[in-house]
C-alpha cells in the first residue's frame, strides 16, 4: 500500500493511505508526495486525486481545470534545518580546557552530524544537545583547572 505525504502551513502530514489523504483538507495546489516519487507535486496533478477538483462539464462530463502552481508560495519541501554545529566549539575547548571531557564532546558533535545526514532528526537534535551539554561541561572544568592552577601555583 502506497503512503502519501502533504504540506498544510509548512507542515509534513503522513503517512496517509490513499482513503485517508482523499478524506484530507486539501486543496488543488497542496503539495503530495508518495512513496516511490521524485519530486512533490501539487494534488491536481496526481491520478488518484485529480478527480477530487474536477468540474462538471454542460455535457456531464468531469473536467480537470488546468490549475497553475502559486510560484512565489514559500513550500518548504526540504530537510528540517539542520541543528547548531557544536564541533568547533569541542575542539577548540578540548585543545584548551580539558582533553578527557572534550573528546566525549567532540564525539557527540559527530554523530549528531551524521545522524542528520541519515535523516534521523530527532536523533541530530538529541545528540546536539548532549555535545553541548558536553562542550559546557569541559569549558567550565578547563577553566576551573586553571584558576586552580593560577591559585596554587601548580597542575592539580
Request: charged share 20%; glycine share 4%; with cysteine.
Amino acid at each position: 500500500m502506497q503512503q502519501y505525504y502533504y504540506f498544510v502551513d509548512n507542515e509534513r502530514i503522513g503517512p496517509l493511505s490513499l482513503e485517508e489523504i482523499r478524506q484530507s483538507p486539501i486543496v488543488a495546489d497542496t503539495l503530495v508526495w508518495c512513496d516511490g516519487w521524485s519530486c512533490w507535486k501539487p494534488a491536481w496533478q496526481v491520478d488518484e486525486l485529480c478527480d477530487l477538483f474536477a468540474i462538471e462539464a454542460s455535457n456531464g462530463s468531469l473536467v480537470v481545470p488546468n490549475y497553475t502552481v502559486n510560484a512565489d508560495a514559500n513550500y518548504d519541501t526540504s530537510r528540517p534545518e539542520e541543528p547548531r554545529d557544536y564541533l568547533i566549539s569541542a575542539i577548540l575547548v578540548t585543545f584548551f580546557c580539558f582533553i578527557p571531557f572534550g573528546l566525549v564532546a567532540m564525539y557527540f558533535a559527530v554523530r549528531a552530524e551524521d545522524a542528520y545526514q541519515n535523516e534521523a532528526y530527532d536523533r541530530a537534535m538529541h545528540l546536539t544537545h548532549k555535545a553541548r551539554k558536553w562542550v559546557l561541561i569541559t569549558l567550565i572544568t578547563g577553566v576551573f583547572w586553571i584558576l586552580a592552577t593560577l591559585h596554587y601555583g601548580f597542575l592539580l
